[in-house]
């Protein structure tokens, strides 16, 4: 697989990040809380969504100097399918759907795709999470690897933070709703690291709140610093949409 199909595969999974991102909002520094007090808050805050669409614009930025514009368009059902396209001027260059037990990728300008079982895609593109931790992920929510958490106040936020045998990872919290504003994961063993920065707060009308700007970045020995920077729109939910996922039948298969 090409290196620029592999990465446009990163932009699909969207919302990772290792790097800058944007602060917390300011004013005085909250008072500490407990571990158990801000996890369960952070649970409870959790956006919810049995359906969620959105359209997305994508600047992605690379080690390299690439830099590359895209258009996204994005339909996620709980725990059943994750579909995504992704357009350059207008041409849809790639489509993901991503299932609990598969993985498909179309690559519209080199007529290839992918199939795998998503164990398998989980190796290939070392992916940090099940699909469940990867759906969390779009949806904005915290990916939880332990419950073993300590509490702090970081500036004007709440951080969480727990260590694995391999993973470090870190939360902060907005202090006075309480919501996920960045997720740090660092792998140390693997020298891989990435974080899930989120801004651009909107109360929707159920009341819940969501990210409508995300920057993301992604660290690894093998493709360096990755940016990607994300400005959702047209978001809806809980409204079911039509998934078409279509191979063309002179497409090349490239699964491994």
Known sequence: MTRTFFLLFV????????????????????????????TKKLIQNQFK????????????????????????????????VIWMNFKKMSVEAVRLQITPDSFFLINRIDHEYLSESFVKAQK????????????????????????????????????????????????WLEPRKYYLKRMFVE??????????????????????NFSYFRLLNFNSPEYGDVSVKIELSKLEFNVPKRIRFEIPEHYKNISK
């Open 124 to 171: 290939i593109f070392g992916l940090p999470a099940a699909f469940s931790g990867l759906q969390a992920m779009l949806l904005g929510n915290p990916v939880f690897f332990t419950k073993d958490l300590a509490a702090s106040v970081e500036g004007h936020a709440y951080k969480l933070e727990g260590k694995t045998d391999r993973l470090v990872v870190r939360y």
């Open 11 to 38: 932009c699909g999974l969207l919302f990772f990040s290792c790097k800058s991102s944007r602060s917390v909002s300011g004013g005085p520094a909250p008072r500490p809380k407990s571990p158990r007090f801000l």
């Open 187 to 208: 792998d140390f063993r693997n020298k891989r690291a990435m974080e899930l920065a989120l801004d651009d707060f909107e109360a929707l009308p159920d009341g819940q």
């Open 49 to 80: 969504a049995t359906w969620l669409s959105a359209k997305a614009k994508v600047v992605y930025r690379d080690d390299y100097g690439g830099v590359q514009k895209f258009t996204a368009n994005l339909r996620l059902r709980k725990d059943s």
